[in-house]
């Protein structure tokens, strides 16, 4: 625990004339900076990094008990020492994203995705809030005694003494020790890395540096380049002088003087959390808002259980005297404002003896920064006060301490201005919520899009890093049709696939092509098949499975398709006959087991071989019992994106009778079991485990509606870790899956977009682990509509792996890609215009004859092993999925 420092006679003689002491201190003169550790020529600080905690739509109890949590860690853990909170903004740096993009992706154009991204982020300019808290644990020497040893150095012309090895070990046990007790409160506090400190000191004076080694503590010449500054005080801002010097940031330094009685939480008067929430209009922009990102320094000092009671007996001491005062003059009568204080005063000495209850004595500082002029400055200053003066919180340019209060904000300082301060109940400081806000996604891997609460920033979300961590491994999309579940579906698909996965996309509605145009735009080896007519036999399940377990699943496939008659006169036996026979054959498929029935002797198999037959014909029938095309190539396990495109099937709800099923249901059914079968051996193949996989089944809700596909979802969702094998599924009805436990069971993250009715919107809330009730409802029912009750698509609420719940917008980095991947009519209606058109302008070229041109794209139902990139629209839009 820091001791208190000696004051020097001068400013005891500051005193004396009525001037702070603090104020006539020189600024801290930094001698290293460790992980952790800040040390000064008068003091030691142990610093950390602050997590965010997601309380924008945490239940009302739960930020509650977590508020009361960071008030009894204040009272517990930092009683006595000196404190220092500085909350910081930086922006998503687009070029760093660039670099880690060559980590994540190893498949397609990774250095185009890498580019497309870091344009992005760099459009966006999102802001991301790091917070710092400061802790002083030792007092090196009196600021008397530093200056003249620094005075001395300087006059024999002696090199700066460094910090000894022997007080760095000291401090940074001492450091350890108090950050253990921090780690377990809701901060949830780690040692600052070297790195992160050294960037949060050179940012002050708007000289970047680059980052210091991560190695020795930072000391001597590089120590000097960190710290140096060049700063102008003014009556209302200081000035920031950079190397060239010329200005490079007019800064102000704010007060608040005065907060009302009691403060509400949780609501708006959480005053560090809404700092995010503040915007302002630009002079000369477009008439936009923008955010001003203001940042925050609090200094504050727990008072100890026997130094807060002196202080307010001594306060209630003087209002008692004031009162007996009042009371023998001639008027009798004492100030209304005397009483309170005296009443207020004895209910808090009333408190801490009863109740434990912890003084706090606080000075918030907000820090106004703008590199555009003095007047931008201003304005956004004007903003801070409007904003807060909204919340009944004075918010004002301390006038002429701009100079002290700069000091006063620097890491390794101290408090100087000591009047701007308040004396309350921990519980105040802590209803500040300066932690709070939105938090939600991985902490690493590729981009989803971004966060749209509170505290903007980048939301990361990997699909198929669940098995890799242990975890299970299914992710859900529900909402309402056309708010952008099957665009962010496929965005999710093709970063798997940039991932080097196997994606497979189970397309039951037809609407899908775009993400294989998307797919070859990226570079990715992109794969489609639409089971048709003109597709025979490309879900053959003898061309999809091992020889030795196809023909049962085959029989099983004919079963289903031959009415109830034929399978009670026992028509099964000579199916499997057939299978055998085409399986012991050096090419079985399921045309030859059709062809073989047809010239059987036996009546039953010859009728059934017929009927077959004519199936065949038939847009459902061709897939499964077709003969094949020379050149056709069916599914394959390979890594890349894969769509299988399976339109116009009519299956039966679940509990059906095969008896009572119709005959395209029948055969809808069949050819489902096919591809489920398919996906099935393709997730669990021995020899595909180091695979990572993805299926992805939109409007899974057509799944759901037959007992098959419910066991196939739950068969992949309880086995998916163990298979490498992740599933993302798209629906409009949350409650068809309430009663899938295994796929309910191995949920790790769900995105809930906008639903209108009461029962969905309940089903939505327990995917999501809200409270249900009205609150839920209505951030469902509203979370896809700006403030004009337009449709925003891709917005939505996101429960992570973690349980953290928040609004989130997703995104694609590209305009092109955006167009690709639409999934409007009209949109796919010009785009397969366009593709028509180039392939009839197309002229083919001859021996490379003048005038013949090369034929120009891809026809969509090719594979493309090897694919290149389109090019790339110049354009850029900041519209979202």
């Given at each position: 625990?820091a001791?208190?420092?000696?004051?020097?006679?001068f400013?005891?003689?500051a005193?004396?004339?009525?001037?702070?002491?603090?104020?006539?201190?020189?600024?801290?003169r930094?001698?290293?900076?460790?992980?952790?550790?800040?040390?000064?020529?008068?003091?030691a600080?142990?610093?950390?990094?602050?997590?965010?905690?997601n309380?924008?739509?945490?239940?009302?109890?739960?930020?509650?008990?977590?508020?009361d949590?960071?008030?009894?860690a204040?009272?517990?853990?930092?009683?006595?020492?000196?404190?220092?909170?500085?909350?910081?903004?930086?922006?998503?740096?687009?070029?760093?994203?660039?670099?880690?993009?060559?980590?994540?992706?190893t498949a397609?154009?990774?250095?185009?995705?890498?580019?497309?991204?870091a344009?992005?982020?760099?459009?966006?300019?999102?802001?991301?809030?790091?917070?710092?808290l400061?802790?002083?644990?030792?007092?090196?020497d009196?600021?008397?005694?530093?200056?003249?040893?620094?005075?001395v150095v300087?006059?024999?012309?002696?090199?700066a003494?460094g910090?000894?090895?022997?007080?760095?070990?000291k401090?940074?046990g001492l450091?350890?020790?108090?950050?253990?007790?921090?780690?377990?409160?809701?901060?949830?506090a780690?040692?600052a890395?070297?790195e992160n400190?050294a960037w949060?000191?050179?940012?002050?004076?708007?000289r970047?540096?680059?980052?210091?080694?991560?190695?020795?503590?930072?000391g001597g010449?590089?120590?000097v380049?960190?710290?140096?500054?060049?700063?102008?005080?003014?009556?209302?801002?200081?000035?920031i002088?950079?190397?060239?010097?010329?200005?490079?940031?007019?800064?102000?330094?704010?007060?608040?003087?005065?907060?009302?009685?009691?403060?509400?939480?949780?609501?708006?008067?959480?005053?560090?959390?809404?700092?995010?929430?503040?915007?302002?209009?630009?002079?000369?922009?477009n008439?936009?808002?923008?955010?001003?990102?203001?940042?925050?320094?609090?200094?504050?000092t727990v008072?100890?259980r026997?130094d807060?009671?002196?202080a307010v007996?001594?306060?209630?001491?003087?209002?008692?005297?004031?009162?007996?005062?009042?009371?023998?003059?001639?008027?009798?009568?004492?100030?209304?404002?005397?009483?309170?204080?005296?009443?207020?005063?004895?209910?808090?000495r009333r408190?801490?003896?009863?109740?434990?209850?912890t003084?706090?004595?606080?000075?918030?500082?907000?820090?106004?920064?703008s590199?555009?002029?003095?007047?931008?400055?201003?304005?956004?200053?004007?903003?801070?006060?409007?904003?807060y003066?909204?919340?009944?919180?004075?918010?004002?340019?301390?006038?002429e301490?701009?100079?002290?209060?700069?000091?006063?904000a620097?890491?390794?300082?101290?408090?100087?201005?000591?009047?701007l301060?308040?004396?309350?109940?921990?519980?105040?400081?802590a209803?500040?919520?300066?932690?709070?806000?939105?938090?939600?996604?991985?902490?690493?891997?590729?981009?989803?899009?971004?966060l749209?609460?509170?505290?903007?920033g980048?939301c990361?979300?990997d699909?198929?890093?669940g098995?890799?961590?242990?975890?299970?491994?299914?992710?859900?999309?529900?909402?309402?049709s056309?708010?952008?579940?099957?665009?962010?579906?496929?965005?999710?698909?093709?970063?798997?696939?940039?991932?080097?996965?196997?994606?497979?996309?189970?397309?039951?509605?037809?609407?899908?092509?775009?993400?294989?145009?998307?797919?070859?735009y990226?570079?990715?080896?992109?794969?489609?098949?639409?089971?048709?007519?003109?597709?025979?036999?490309?879900?053959?399940?003898?061309?999809l499975?091992?020889?030795?377990?196809?023909?049962?699943?085959?029989v099983s496939?004919?079963?289903?398709?031959?009415p109830?008659?034929?399978?009670?006169?026992?028509?099964?036996?000579q199916?499997?006959?057939?299978?055998?026979?085409?399986?012991?054959?050096?090419?079985?498929?399921?045309?030859?087991?059709?062809?073989?029935?047809?010239?059987?002797?036996?009546?039953l198999?010859?009728?059934?071989?017929?009927?077959?037959?004519?199936?065949?014909?038939?847009?459902?029938?061709?897939?499964?019992?077709?003969?094949?095309?020379?050149?056709?190539s069916?599914?394959?396990p390979?890594p890349?994106?894969w769509l299988?495109?399976?339109?116009g099937?009519?299956?039966?709800?679940a509990?059906?009778?095969?008896?009572?099923?119709t005959?395209?249901?029948?055969?809808?059914l069949?050819?489902?079991?096919?591809?489920?079968?398919y996906?099935?051996?393709?997730?669990?193949r021995?020899?595909l485990r180091g695979?990572?996989?993805?299926?992805?089944i939109p409007?899974?809700?057509?799944l759901?509606?037959?007992?098959d596909?419910?066991?196939?979802?739950d068969?992949?969702?309880?086995?998916?870790?163990?298979?490498?094998?992740?599933?993302?599924?798209?629906?409009?009805?949350?409650s068809?899956?309430?009663?899938?436990?295994?796929?309910?069971?191995?949920?790790?993250?769900?995105a809930?977009?906008?639903?209108?009715?009461?029962?969905?919107q309940?089903?939505?809330?327990?995917?999501l682990?809200?409270?249900?009730?009205?609150?839920s409802?209505?951030?469902l029912?509203?979370v896809?509509?700006?403030?004009?009750?337009?449709?925003?698509?891709?917005?939505?609420?996101?429960?992570?792996?973690?349980?953290?719940?928040?609004?989130?917008?997703?995104d694609?980095?590209?305009?092109?890609?955006?167009?690709?991947?639409?999934?409007?009519?009209?949109?796919?209606?010009?785009?397969?215009?366009?593709?028509q058109?180039?392939?009839d302008?197309?002229?083919?070229?001859?021996?490379?004859?003048?005038?013949?041109?090369?034929?120009?794209?891809?026809?969509?139902?090719?594979?493309?092993?090897?694919?290149s990139?389109?090019?790339?629209?110049?354009?850029r839009?900041?519209?979202s999925?």
């Amino acid at each position: 625990m820091a001791a208190q420092t000696k004051q020097p006679s001068f400013t005891r003689l500051a005193r004396m004339v009525g001037l702070s002491a603090e104020r006539l201190l020189p600024p801290a003169r930094l001698v290293a900076v460790y992980d952790g550790v800040v040390v000064t020529d008068t003091a030691a600080w142990a610093y950390f990094t602050l997590a965010s905690s997601n309380t924008d739509l945490m239940a009302t109890e739960a930020q509650d008990a977590e508020q009361d949590a960071a008030s009894t860690a204040l009272a517990k853990v930092l009683a006595g020492y000196d404190a220092h909170l500085k909350i910081l903004w930086s922006q998503q740096d687009g070029a760093s994203f660039r670099d880690e993009a060559h980590r994540i992706f190893t498949a397609g154009d990774v250095a185009a995705v890498a580019e497309m991204w870091a344009a992005r982020l760099n459009q966006l300019a999102l802001p991301q809030r790091h917070l710092l808290l400061g802790v002083k644990i030792a007092t090196r020497d009196t600021v008397a005694r530093a200056n003249a040893k620094s005075a001395v150095v300087s006059a024999l012309g002696l090199a700066a003494p460094g910090l000894p090895k022997s007080e760095l070990l000291k401090y940074d046990g001492l450091a350890r020790r108090l950050g253990r007790r921090l780690e377990a409160t809701p901060w949830r506090a780690s040692l600052a890395p070297a790195e992160n400190l050294a960037w949060a000191i050179s940012r002050e004076s708007f000289r970047p540096q680059s980052a210091p080694p991560h190695l020795p503590p930072v000391g001597g010449a590089s120590l000097v380049r960190l710290a140096q500054s060049h700063v102008e005080p003014h009556a209302d801002h200081v000035r920031i002088i950079n190397a060239q010097g010329t200005t490079a940031a007019w800064v102000a330094v704010m007060a608040m003087p005065t907060f009302p009685h009691e403060i509400t939480t949780p609501g708006e008067q959480e005053w560090l959390r809404c700092l995010s929430e503040i915007r302002y209009i630009p002079a000369g922009g477009n008439g936009d808002e923008v955010l001003v990102c203001p940042e925050a320094s609090v200094r504050w000092t727990v008072l100890q259980r026997g130094d807060a009671l002196k202080a307010v007996n001594k306060v209630r001491a003087t209002a008692k005297e004031q009162r007996n005062s009042a009371a023998e003059n001639s008027a009798g009568q004492t100030s209304t404002e005397t009483e309170e204080s005296e009443a207020i005063m004895e209910e808090l000495r009333r408190g801490m003896t009863r109740d434990g209850l912890t003084l706090v004595e606080d000075h918030p500082r907000i820090i106004v920064s703008s590199t555009v002029s003095v007047e931008d400055l201003r304005a956004r200053c004007d903003a801070v006060t409007s904003h807060y003066a909204d919340l009944a919180i004075d918010c004002v340019i301390a006038t002429e301490e701009q100079r002290d209060l700069w000091l006063e904000a620097q890491i390794g300082d101290t408090l100087r201005v000591t009047d701007l301060g308040h004396i309350r109940e921990t519980g105040a400081l802590a209803a500040s919520m300066w932690w709070g806000g939105s938090e939600a996604g991985d902490d690493s891997g590729p981009i989803a899009g971004f966060l749209t609460g509170t505290t903007p920033g980048m939301c990361r979300l990997d699909v198929t890093a669940g098995s890799a961590r242990g975890d299970a491994t299914t992710t859900i999309l529900v909402g309402r049709s056309g708010r952008g579940k099957t665009t962010a579906m496929m965005m999710a698909q093709l970063t798997a696939a940039q991932k080097g996965a196997f994606a497979l996309m189970l397309g039951f509605k037809g609407d899908e092509g775009g993400l294989i145009r998307a797919g070859r735009y990226l570079g990715l080896s992109s794969h489609q098949v639409t089971a048709s007519a003109a597709t025979p036999a490309v879900a053959d399940l003898y061309r999809l499975l091992p020889k030795d377990d196809a023909a049962l699943e085959v029989v099983s496939q004919l079963l289903i398709i031959l009415p109830q008659r034929m399978r009670d006169a026992g028509v099964e036996t000579q199916l499997l006959k057939a299978c055998n026979a085409v399986g012991a054959g050096p090419d079985p498929a399921t045309w030859r087991v059709v062809e073989l029935l047809s010239q059987s002797e036996d009546p039953l198999a010859r009728q059934a071989g017929t009927a077959l037959a004519e199936l065949a014909r038939t847009q459902l029938g061709a897939p499964l019992l077709g003969q094949p095309e020379p050149g056709a190539s069916p599914l394959r396990p390979d890594p890349g994106v894969w769509l299988v495109q399976v339109p116009g099937l009519k299956l039966p709800k679940a509990g059906t009778p095969p008896a009572d099923m119709t005959l395209n249901e029948r055969v809808s059914l069949a050819l489902m079991r096919g591809l489920i079968a398919y996906a099935l051996h393709t997730a669990s193949r021995p020899d595909l485990r180091g695979l990572p996989k993805g299926i992805f089944i939109p409007e899974v809700h057509v799944l759901t509606a037959t007992d098959d596909g419910r066991r196939f979802l739950d068969y992949i969702a309880r086995t998916g870790r163990a298979l490498d094998t992740a599933l993302v599924l798209d629906t409009q009805d949350p409650s068809s899956l309430l009663g899938l436990d295994g796929v309910l069971e191995a949920t790790t993250t769900v995105a809930a977009f906008e639903t209108s009715t009461r029962p969905q919107q309940d089903a939505l809330s327990e995917l999501l682990r809200l409270p249900v009730g009205e609150s839920s409802r209505a951030l469902l029912r509203t979370v896809g509509k700006d403030a004009k009750g337009e449709i925003v698509h891709g917005h939505c609420v996101v429960r992570d792996r973690r349980d953290r719940v928040a609004t989130m917008q997703w995104d694609v980095p590209d305009e092109e890609l955006l167009r690709l991947l639409s999934t409007n009519p009209k949109d796919q209606a010009d785009q397969h215009e366009a593709e028509q058109h180039a392939a009839d302008s197309a002229v083919p070229a001859s021996n490379g004859e003048a005038g013949q041109a090369e034929p120009e794209g891809v026809p969509l139902d090719a594979d493309l092993d090897e694919a290149s990139p389109v090019h790339r629209a110049d354009g850029r839009s900041s519209d979202s999925t």
